[in-house]
Each structure stands twice: as structure tokens, then as C-alpha cells.
């Protein structure tokens, strides 16, 4: 059995069938592990805004993955943290800053929402399907329009048609109909089995953030092998 790391959350990787009607479909787009995984990333993330010199930073992202909740922990420039938790199934997810964190706001500077990486959005409630697109001229995939009234957003999700896993996000405000936010997830890498993806892009108007995690480094596996410690300490400033 193969798994998947989108973003943050581990999946199943399995064959989709084309006779899925759309909320068959997105529902396994948002299914669970019926194992526990867990993984540890550390990488670097890169910011470039119109007219300023591109930031860098270290990121590191770990989780544990049960099949009824996700845990984990985002920490960027080693001094600004959050801790998530997902109630699978639910999509509900928890976000609390670390003690520190409030003395910064690099996340909301490079464009990143904590969410993101527990692909929260993609529990929204699906709104319409469009025609199946092909994506980067590869990927076949199937296309929705999900509704967040919390948010007041619509976001566009591209779905692997194979794998119902999603691949591209578009976040639009209620009432426009220019997005001023995209997600895309992409090399896809195996270790020990596991396949977790390692590179992140965000995009807005007039800047760009990437997130590249070290395969090097990458920790992925099951849980029933170890319990891992996933929570890391801030640097003191």
C-alpha cells in the first residue's frame, strides 16, 4: 500500500472511477488513512514581492497523521510557530500560534495560510463541477467550485482525475471574479514508501512564495514503527 503526503496530510493513494459522481468523487479527495503516518519536513522558503529583495527563511513542518485527526506544527524563521489540528472528516481545523508568534507575522507577509497545509479548503461545501481539464498538459483532472462563507471565498480545486488528489487551488472573494491567491503542490517524492509532495507554490498579485522541502532530510513513515517527537522548540529572540 502506497501513501501520499499532500501538502501535509498522508492519503491513500487508490484508482478513481470515472462514473463517480462529484461528491463521491471530492469525498475521497478528503478520505483518511486507515494506518497512522507521520512526517517531518524541513526546507526553505522563498518570497519575492514586486520591487523588494526576495526573503528566505527556514520552514519545518511535522505531523501525525491518525484516521481520526491530523496534529502538527508549522514553524517558520525558527521563531514564529503554530500548532494545527484536523478533525478528519470534519475538515475543522484548529490553528494556535505559539507563545511567541505573536511578536511577528511572516506567515501573513509571504502569503501562507497555516490551513493550507492541512488543505482545510477542500472540505467546503461543492458548489459546481466544470469540464475536466488537463493540467500542466499532463494531469487529467476534474474541476470544482467549493463555497467558504467563513471566508467568503469560492476556490477552484484541481483534482487528480486517477488519484483524487488535488493538485492547483484559486481563491477568489465573494463578489470578484480575479483571484488574488493560488496553490499548487508538486514533486512528488517517495521515501520509505511513502510519497509526500516537496515543493509548495503560492502566488498573488505582484508577489510569489515557494516552499522546498529537503528530501535529504525528509523523516516520513509509519507510525506503528516509532513515536516521533514532531514539535520543535522556537529560537529565543
Known amino acids: 500500500m502506497k501513501y501520499i503526503l499532500s501538502c501535509v496530510v498522508l492519503?491513500?493513494?487508490?484508482?478513481?472511477?470515472?462514473?463517480?459522481?462529484?461528491?463521491?468523487?471530492?469525498?475521497k479527495a478528503r478520505r483518511t488513512n486507515n494506518v497512522a503516518t507521520y512526517a517531518k519536513l524541513h526546507g526553505v522558503l522563498q518570497h519575492r514581492r514586486r520591487g523588494?529583495?526576495?526573503?528566505?527563511?527556514?520552514v519545518y513542518f511535522g505531523a501525525i497523521i491518525h484516521p481520526s485527526r491530523t496534529i502538527g506544527q508549522l514553524v517558520i524563521n525558527e521563531s514564529e510557530g503554530y500548532n494545527l489540528s484536523q478533525a478528519q472528516g470534519s475538515g475543522l481545523t484548529s490553528i494556535k500560534p505559539m507563545t511567541d508568534s505573536a511578536k511577528s507575522d511572516h506567515l501573513g507577509y509571504v502569503g501562507v495560510r497555516a490551513s493550507d497545509l492541512v488543505m482545510s479548503f477542500l472540505f467546503c461545501k461543492v458548489e459546481k463541477e466544470f469540464d475536466s481539464e488537463l493540467l500542466r498538459n499532463m494531469v487529467h483532472c476534474r474541476v470544482f467550485?467549493?463555497?467558504?462563507?467563513?471566508?467568503?471565498?469560492?476556490?477552484?480545486?484541481?483534482?487528480?482525475s486517477e488519484h483524487a488528489f488535488p493538485l492547483k487551488a484559486e481563491f477568489y472573494r465573494y463578489g470578484e471574479t480575479k483571484r488574488f491567491r493560488e496553490l499548487e503542490a508538486g514533486a512528488?517524492?517517495?521515501k520509505n514508501d511513502l510519497y509526500y509532495v516537496r515543493r509548495i507554490r503560492l502566488e498573488g498579485p505582484g508577489w510569489i512564495t515557494r516552499i522546498d522541502f529537503d528530501s535529504d532530510r525528509a523523516e516520513v513513515d509509519l507510525l506503528e514503527k516509532r513515536t516521533p517527537n514532531i514539535f520543535i522548540p522556537l529560537k529565543k529572540q
Do not use: G
Open 11 to 27: 492519503i491513500t493513494m487508490f484508482a478513481a472511477s470515472a462514473a463517480e459522481t462529484d461528491a463521491e468523487f471530492v469525498a
Open 188 to 190: 512528488l517524492t517517495k
Open 145 to 160: 467550485l467549493l463555497d467558504d462563507p467563513e471566508n467568503k471565498e469560492k476556490i477552484k480545486v484541481w483534482i487528480s
Open 52 to 58: 523588494k529583495d526576495t526573503l528566505t527563511m527556514p
